[in-house]
């Protein structure tokens, strides 16, 4: 269980995580999303205890990280940037992280087994592929057994194999009732992993929903008319709730009417339709409509993306 | 639920609420010590660099030994009266000060420079132990190591020096062959307290040598009455006069040197320790 409350944290003027509120509830997973530099790494390592936040606060099963007396034992993280020194072999990572809590031998080659690092784990760290890096940061996260397991984009440079194998992971890990908290700045792997979603952009949140939630507001009628009187058929459409957008010069994408709707409305008017159904929205669009904002933003100011990222 | 304490456990079952008995209890102090001597050991560049202060304190005595021996009959009279034959045999602190210095820096910035300190401070978020443990195993290594090569070195010097040399029971040999270990031991304290601080390997080695190398020898650019006012306070020249037999004058009394040197120590720990709790990792 995780739970932030007005969670704050500034560099300078600059605004990383803008009083960010939420809960991480056991026993599913939750995804964490937002475009590049929306505040997802700055929120875990405060989470973790590494950034100190500005205002607000962040507990972890009840209690700040700082304040656990078993850290390990209540959350383990697997942050953006590797976490390991180049030099040495992963087995003594695993074994010095491992020390710190006496937790014995047999399980750092428990979790080495885990993440199949078996081959390598004699071997300098610094040789490693980005997917043994991210394989070897996800063995140190589960070092400890953890009630809550914080996965900073997991899947960055895993092959398809890779990928797969972390989605079921973290869907088992949740299933034996744990809290499985894990960032990505991709929709379509969140939808297939997550059944929770909590969505951040410029620092702020966005939504707090279901993934079933999620993509029963993303399928609301959208209606695609494709007319060579646009611009005309575009002066007609109006109402509470109906908005038109349009991505080419003779198409209308509408939303709050329904086909019958726009037929009729083009109909009355004698203005002629090439094309007329519904579309349904993905879920990725639907996520780059509630962070596009955010996303605009983001490539006027390059500076907070740095501080963030 | 939420202050359940989680154990270790290798089934595919588990809840948020369970009772197990816990096989680990948490972080411990002895934990700790064990994880930092794990990370030193596990380093080959620990040995590497270790080894090179074990062959410069002794190396380098039985070189200067050896050469002192066989050029004494051309050495100047008034060299000979300066001459001290334990402070020769040890001129190898010079040389371990750098081994021993720059191992100290990177015990911490090489985890800053590859980003090991976010695993470290995440396994221990309160991070002061890992500054203690870190201090504690470094200094204790040191300590040892160096006990050792200065008694070699002083033997292997007297043996060598032959007629001219000494023994331990000279006045004041024993409390500088203890000495050099012990200033040796504080050049790593320092050095890990300047990493802390810096987090960078090459400016904490810049700090470290700028403290200890470079600033006595700007301070003799300075006024003399100022220089009697400064340089016997500067680390090195304070700690050295532990181990020297036959000090310049305004040099402070040995265990007084050594005390300004420790206190210059302790200083950047206060301020490493500071910083640590601090700042975001």
Same mark, same amino acid.
């Given at each position: 269980m995780i739970e932030a409350r007005s969670l704050t944290k500034r560099y300078g003027d600059k605004v990383a995580v803008d009083s960010l509120t939420f809960t991480v509830r056991p026993g599913i997973v939750t995804g964490f999303l937002g475009p590049n530099g929306a505040g997802k790494s700055t929120t875990m390592r405060m989470i973790l205890g590494l950034d100190r936040p500005t205002s607000g606060s962040v507990t972890v099963n009840g209690k700040p990280y700082?304040?656990?007396? #078993?850290? /390990?034992? %209540?959350?383990?993280? *697997? /942050? %953006? #940037? &590797?976490?390991?020194?180049? !030099?040495r072999s992963a087995y003594n990572h695993l074994r010095a992280l491992a020390a710190t809590h006496r937790i014995p031998a047999r399980r750092v080659d428990e979790v080495i087994d885990l993440v199949g690092l078996r081959e390598v784990a004699r071997k300098r760290a610094g040789g490693f592929s980005l997917g043994m890096g991210q394989r070897l940061g996800i063995a140190s996260a589960l070092l400890g057994d953890p009630a809550t397991v914080i996965l900073d984009e997991p899947v960055n440079g895993l092959d398809p194999e890779g990928i797969r194998w972390v989605r079921d992971l973290l869907k088992g890990l949740a299933a034996e009732g744990r809290t499985?908290?894990?960032?990505?700045? /991709?929709?379509?792997?969140?939808?297939?992993? #997550?059944?929770?979603?909590?969505?951040?952009? &410029?620092? &702020? *949140?966005? #939504?707090?929903? !279901?993934?079933?939630?999620?993509?029963? !507001?993303?399928?609301?009628?959208? $209606?695609?008319?494709?007319?060579?009187?646009?611009?005309?058929?575009?002066? *007609? *459409?109006?109402?509470?709730? $109906?908005?038109?957008? !349009?991505?080419?010069?003779?198409v209308l994408e509408v939303s709050g009417l329904t086909p019958a709707q726009v037929g009729g409305i083009a109909r009355d008017a004698g203005l002629v339709l090439h094309e007329l159904r519904t579309q349904q929205a993905s879920l990725e669009e639907a996520f780059m409509d509630m962070t596009r904002d955010s996303v605009e933003f983001q490539t006027v100011s390059t500076q907070r993306d740095e501080v963030a990222a | 639920m939420s202050t359940a304490t989680m154990t270790p456990q290798t089934g595919p079952t588990r809840s948020v609420s369970g009772n197990r008995t816990p096989s680990s209890s948490g972080v411990s102090t002895v934990g700790v010590i064990a994880s930092e001597w794990i990370k030193l050991r596990s380093l080959r560049s620990s040995w590497l660099t270790l080894a090179a202060a074990v062959i410069g304190m002794v190396g380098i005595g039985w070189l200067v030994s050896f050469e002192t021996n066989s050029h004494w009959s051309h050495m100047q009279p008034d060299e000979r009266i300066g001459f001290d034959p334990v402070s020769r045999s040890l001129t190898g602190v010079y040389l371990a000060q750098l081994a021993i210095g720059v191992l100290g820096v990177l015990v911490i910035t090489g985890e800053y420079a590859t980003g090991m300190i976010?695993?470290?401070l995440s396994a221990v978020p309160r991070r002061f132990p890992v500054l203690w443990a870190k201090l504690g195993v470094f200094a204790s290594v040191t300590l040892l190591l160096m006990l050792v090569s200065s008694f070699a070195a002083f033997l292997v010097g007297q043996q060598l020096l032959g007629s001219h040399g000494t023994t331990l029971s000279a006045p004041h040999a024993l409390r500088a062959v203890i000495g050099v270990a012990l200033y040796l031991t504080v050049v790593g304290v320092l050095a890990i307290g300047l990493g802390f601080i810096i987090r960078s390997t090459a400016g904490g080695i810049a700090a470290l040598f700028g403290l200890l190398l470079v600033l006595p020898a700007i301070g003799h650019v300075l006024p003399t009455s100022w220089q009697q006012h400064i340089l016997p306070y500067l680390p090195s020249n304070a700690g050295g006069a532990l181990y020297t037999l036959k000090p310049d004058p305004g040099t402070l009394a040995p265990w007084t040197g050594f005390g300004v040197m420790c206190l210059w120590a302790l200083a950047a720990v206060v301020a490493a320790a500071v910083l640590l709790r601090r700042r975001d990792a």
């Open positions: 700082v304040d656990q007396a #078993a850290p /390990l034992h %209540e959350a383990g993280g *697997l /942050l %953006e #940037a &590797r976490a390991v020194h180049t !030099s499985i908290f894990v960032s990505s700045h /991709l929709m379509s792997e969140m939808a297939l992993t #997550a059944e929770h979603v909590i969505v951040v952009g &410029r620092g &702020r *949140l966005i #939504a707090d929903m !279901s993934v079933a939630d999620l993509i029963r !507001s993303a399928s609301t009628n959208l $209606v695609l008319v494709r007319t060579p009187d646009a611009a005309q058929l575009r002066s *007609l *459409l109006g109402g509470p709730d $109906v908005t038109v957008s !349009s991505s080419e010069q003779d | 976010r695993a470290t």
